[in-house]
T-cell receptor, first 110, second 114 residues
Framework: GDSVTQMEGPVTLSEEAFLTINCTYT??????LFWYVQYPGEGLQLLLKATKADDKGSNKGFEATYRKETTSFHLEKGSVQVSDSAVYFCALNTGNQFYFGTGTSLTVIP | DAGITQSPRYKITETGRQVTLMCHQT?????MFWYRQDLGHGLRLIYYSAAADITDKGEVPDGYVVSRSKTENFPLTLESATRSQTSVYFC?????????????FGNGTRLTVT
């Protein structure tokens, strides 16, 4: 069945470090892919999305590229800030249902 | 304000009691969803609704009941709460069911069953 696997956390980085959070997926069709971010005490917010192969989603300095050949959608940011501390969820949508990864907690220290 | 509102934010109830979690959205989105979030499980779909008076089960529906008499409201009822239903519950909405339509989440209800 359809599923998403993302790297285990927690991840701790120093401010201005480079961030990669790995996400791979399994899907029978051609899903759209999403990254959501959850700040403490809040719901999930859409961070970025990509709807077809080779699309790059970007927002707030974060980027992810839809790689069909490796079934991946890794999240990257060149220079993280303390305010980026949150839990990040990779997700896919085939049109029938959303499937979420288990989330990766990121803490950025000054 | 436009958006999706859940109430209450926090709820403590006893085993066996009935409890209803409320969800209201102002976008007139057709689709609405209830998820629960638990450590180690991520988000799991409880129920969803494609329109008023149309609901369907998700991955973990047992012990829950939903209704959708109006497009903007989608309450979730725990008929007889159990400790295993202690969780954070999120309501979400979506404009359509095409695959590139994102989910929009409320801020959640943290439910504790004692």
């Amino acid at each position: 069945g359809d599923s998403v696997t993302q790297m285990e956390g927690p991840v701790t980085l120093s401010e201005e470090a480079f961030l990669t959070i790995n996400c791979t997926y399994t899907a029978t069709g051609y899903p759209s892919l999403f990254w959501y971010v959850q700040y403490p005490g809040e719901g999930l917010q859409l961070l970025l999305k990509a709807t077809k192969a080779d699309d790059k989603g970007s927002n707030k300095g974060f980027e992810a590229t839809y790689r069909k050949e490796t079934t991946s959608f890794h999240l990257e940011k060149g220079s993280v800030q303390v305010s980026d501390s949150a839990v990040y969820f990779c997700a896919l949508n085939t049109g029938n249902q959303f499937y979420f990864g288990t989330g990766t907690s990121l803490t950025v220290i000054p | 304000d436009a958006g999706i509102t859940q109430s209450p934010r926090y709820k403590i109830t006893e085993t066996g009691r009935q409890v209803t979690l409320m969800c209201h959205q102002t976008w007139s989105h057709s689709y609405m969803f209830w998820y629960r979030q638990d450590l180690g499980h991520g988000l799991r779909l409880i129920y969803y609704s494609a329109a008023a008076d149309i609901t369907d089960k998700g991955e973990v529906p047992d012990g829950y009941v939903v209704s959708r008499s109006k497009t903007e409201n989608f309450p979730l009822t725990l008929e007889s709460a159990t400790r295993s239903q202690t969780s954070v519950y999120f309501c979400a909405s979506s404009e359509s069911n095409i695959d590139n339509s994102p989910l929009h989440f409320g801020n959640g209800t943290r439910l504790t069953v004692t």
